[in-house]
């Protein structure tokens, strides 16, 4: 039995009056790939975020490799270089050149000097086919480009999980394979994945576990087949015959 | 790309139009210009024999646009003219420190900082509402006459502190509406690689924010150069004080002319730049990919 890298129980978050997220209870284990699925607004981004430290917790507990990150004294610096974020939309830092974007954070968090940190950051770009955009800025490259590159951005600092929030939702349907590429490379070389998508055939291949959410909480959870080919909660099937037709 | 490799030797960088459209668009082109020319030729010349013609041209014309009087204010009036830029540069770096720390400690959500935020929306508050003039009169005249030991009681300086109080609450609202329109996702992104809130503005939000504010910032430029003139009503010889002077001994406003034409030739450059650098923008904002 695997040890649990990120584990999330009976977390509740509201905004408002609006309870996003209601007794989410999840856990991922060391070289895992977990899927999220669910309808939009059902809570999958919001936990990403919480897992992050980019939003509180108003109830419940989230540990991240041991690190409580609902603490009211949590490190959320030391979390967030533990686990690294991808978002739906890039976010690229739009001043800075391709390298600039990936060698920030290592030379200013970790103290990794500019030389060591742009041979990091080439080494990686070249290991995701991107070495001749290392000095491009971010609106020179396509969409499916700079989500790559956001991914590198992410692993730069070398965490031990991934968070993925819809990286593929915003870009055009030909540059989505691309993305979901670099993913399926990052699970074979052992990356521990959390990910948030409405590509199923993606998490049908990808996934150790797919996990429906719904209103909030986990609704059902297990292996690709059995939840997306033969799922036990009547919500699941309503929700999987919507989204595949 | 200027050949194919293909069969086909067609260059495919000229896109083919029908050349009779063609050829309809250039006479229209021609019209245009015809008509635009002519339009223009005739308007001036209407505007410029009405005003020469008109009774009342030689006594205007001797009163603001005297030859004998303008090579005499000229040189003068240039001189003067460098207190202005020195009270302009000197202004102006002072409001670009104070302005960017007003506006972030007006947008920071630290608690202890919390006096010091309400300070900020006062002072904005008052320098924007009160008239330049005012603050010039209130401090230049006001605070010399305390007889307050270790304060200057030079006038210019007074007049240039004027100055910078009144335009820093406005290049702090410049910076501030920069600063808030860099969207929140940029900031959880930097957050998310670790960066602490310091390192964020420092590397991710300000360079993008300060990049966005520079054509606002050059039009306040634009404007203090102006108002470095209202530090004449302390008496200090500058442009404006040095053209009043020789405007009362000679009962003749050509100086005055001299100097609008001056600072007119200061800011000039300043309002191109500015044009120029919004165009920019807006190009590279349209080439990007999205």
Sequence with gaps: MAVDLLRVDDVHKAFGDNAVLRGMTLSVAAHEVVVLIGASGSGKSTLLRCINGLESVDAGVIMVDGLDVTADDADFDAVR?????VFQSF??????????????????????????????????????????????YPDRLSGGQQQRVAIVRALAMQPQAMLFDEVTSALDPELVGEVLDVIRGLKESGMTILMATHEMGFARDVADRVCFVDAGR???????????????????????????? | MSTNTGASIVEPEVPYVDPERRSRRQRRSRRNALVATLSTVVFFGVVVIA???????????????????????????LVALLINIKIFVVAEFFILILGLLLALTRLSKSPALLPLRIVGTLYTDIFRGTPTLLVV????????????????????VWGTIALILSYTAYVAEVFRSGIASIHPSQRAAARSLGLSNVQTNRYVVLPQAIRRVIPPLLNDFVSLQ???????VLGPIEALR????????????????????????????????TDWLTARQERQRSSGSR
């Design chain 2, 137 to 156: 009169l209130l401090l230049g005249f006001g605070v010399p006459a305390l007889n307050l030991s270790g304060l200057p009681t030079d006038p210019l």
């Design chain 1, 218 to 245: 986990v609704l059902e959870s297990g292996p690709p087949a059995q939840v997306l080919g033969d799922p036990h909660e009547a919500r699941t099937r309503e929700f999987l015959a919507r989204v595949l037709g």
């Design chain 2, 51 to 77: 005003v020469a013609t008109s009774p009342g041209w030689p006594v205007v014309q001797d009163a603001f646009f005297n030859g004998d009087y303008f090579a005499l204010a000229w040189p003068e009036v």
């Design chain 1, 81 to 85: 270089q533990r686990v690294g974020m």
């Design chain 1, 91 to 136: 976010n690229l830092f739009p001043h800075m050149s391709v390298l600039g974007n990936i060698t920030l954070a290592p030379r200013k968090v970790l103290g990794v000097s500019a030389d060591e940190a742009e041979q990091r950051a080439r080494d990686l770009l070249t290991r995701f086919g991107l070495e001749a955009k290392a000095d491009d």
């Design chain 2, 242 to 273: 040095a053209a009043q002077i020789i405007v009362y001994g000679k009962f003749n406003y050509t100086p005055y002319i001299v100097g609008a034409l001056l600072f007119i030739a200061l800011t000039i450059p300043m309002a191109r730049f």
């Design chain 2, 226 to 232: 102006k108002d470095t003139a209202l530090v004449s």
